[in-house]
């Protein structure tokens, strides 16, 4: 009798582990911006992993990847000029979460940057990323449904950097007299 409590505990736990933050690392996009610091502002929607539901990816987890690949790519520090909110509007999957031989995930982020100091917008836009991870790759279904989110949600981020670094470096370019970007 206890070995099967045991066992359902032990599945239980195993079947509603979330996806790792630290396993959404998106790769580095090149930037050199030391004015264009950014502090993660409110990081909302996504939804809990759970037993019964499967592996999803809630905000708690995605805010500590954000600011993990904010501060990978020098975007993050002590005197941040600009706050970043997300939203996660949705999380799909395609091919089912734990049944399916493969599993499919699309994510789409909603990113708003403004300036900390008067709170005005400077870019905003929805990010849609996917992924798809085959039964070869990972065998177990919960498994294979976490790593399909947390690889959707390391090319959110990739795609978020790689649109707002531009404009934050183009911002510098109008910075006031005074700051590093006018010294260039």
Known sequence: MHTAVALICLLAT???????????????????????RIAVGDVTGGRSSSFWTGPHLDARTFAVALATALRNAG??????????DAHIEDEDFSGGVIASPDSGVGLTVRYVVTERANGVPVWQETMR?????RQH???VGVERARRAIEIAAERN?????S??????????????????ASRR
């Open 157 to 161: 981020l990739h795609q978020m950097l």
């Open 137 to 139: 790759e990972v065998f």
């Open 14 to 36: 195993a079947c509603s582990f979330a996806p790792r933050p630290d396993r959404m690392r998106p790769d580095p996009v090149p930037g050199d911006l030391p004015d264009a």
């Open 163 to 180: 649109r707002l670094i531009p404009v934050l470096a183009q911002r510098a370019g109008d910075a006031p007299a005074g700051t590093t």
């Open 75 to 84: 975007l993050s520090g002590a005197a941040c000029r600009y706050r970043i």
């Open 129 to 133: 990323s996917g992924s798809w991870i």
